[in-house]
T-cell receptor
Framework: SQQGEEDPQALSIQEGENATMNCSYK?????LQWYRQNSGRGLVHLIL?????REKHSGRLRVTLDTSKKSSSLLITASRAADTASYFC???????????FGAGTQVVVTP | DGGITQSPKYLFRKEGQNVTLSCEQN?????MYWYRQDPGQGLRLIYY???????QKGDIAEGYSVSREKKESFPLTVTSAQKNPTAFYLC???????????????FGSGTQLSVL
């Protein structure tokens, strides 16, 4: 079974609004990563948060991690049409850091 | 430009045919990976390689084969034993895989494989 599950599966918002997506996982992790995928393209790494961190920012992105609830959230503030993409969380499944990906959240930002 | 190059972008396979997907990187990364992506699903790991001449099976290796003869190259062969090969295939690399370290992955732009 997948280590990570994302919610919602899809999200449609207007430009300027914030988009929030969540990732839940089952076993203890030492870090969690978020990636972005434009349609028909490869994934691009966005941000990594370690288990001893609660919140991390990168530009308009804010990631939180709650290890007690085994969940993480990705917030995109002031969204733009160019933010339209699928967003995936990924977490290591072994001590070597081999990653397992969630099913992703598809975000559509309309002008 | 440094990066990962996958080719071809689109590939068609006839029944009973083996096809090979190319993945080349000039990032000097030690580790390379192959993932399969089906519509609406996440990525599933097929094979990975930590160093030249060494590779390990991932979660869905059946019907696939790989080689790692050069650091820069990690081709994936989809054999006729893979009965449902239609998917988007992604190659990735990372600087190294050492126990306890965290690595982010760098991805190629993918190959869409379809069955004729």
């Amino acid at each position: 079974s997948q280590q990570g599950e994302e919610d919602p599966q899809a999200l449609s918002i207007q430009e300027g609004e914030n988009a929030t997506m969540n990732c839940s996982y089952k076993t203890s992790i030492n870090n969690l990563q978020w990636y972005r995928q434009n349609s028909g393209r490869g994934l691009v790494h966005l941000i990594l948060i370690r288990s001893n961190e609660r919140e991390k920012h990168s530009g308009r992105l804010r990631v939180t991690l709650d290890t007690s609830k085994k969940s993480s959230s990705l917030l995109i503030t002031a969204s733009r049409a160019a933010d339209t993409a699928s967003y995936f969380c990924a977490m290591p499944t072994d001590s070597w850091g081999k990653l397992q990906f969630g099913a992703g959240t598809q975000v559509v930002v309309t002008p | 430009d440094g990066g990962i190059t996958q080719s071809p972008k689109y590939l068609f396979r006839k029944e009973g045919q083996n096809v090979t997907l190319s993945c080349e990187q000039n990032l000097n990364h030690d580790a390379m990976y192959w993932y399969r992506q089906d519509p609406g699903q996440g990525l599933r790991l097929i094979y990975y390689s930590q160093i030249v001449n060494d590779f390990q099976k991932g979660d869905i290796a059946e019907g696939y084969s790989v080689s790692r003869e050069k650091k820069e190259s990690f081709p994936l062969t989809v054999t006729s034993a893979q009965k449902n090969p239609t998917a988007f295939y992604l190659c990735a690399s990372s600087p190294s895989r050492r126990q306890g370290e965290v690595e982010k992955l760098f991805f190629g732009s993918g190959t869409q494989l379809s069955v004729l």
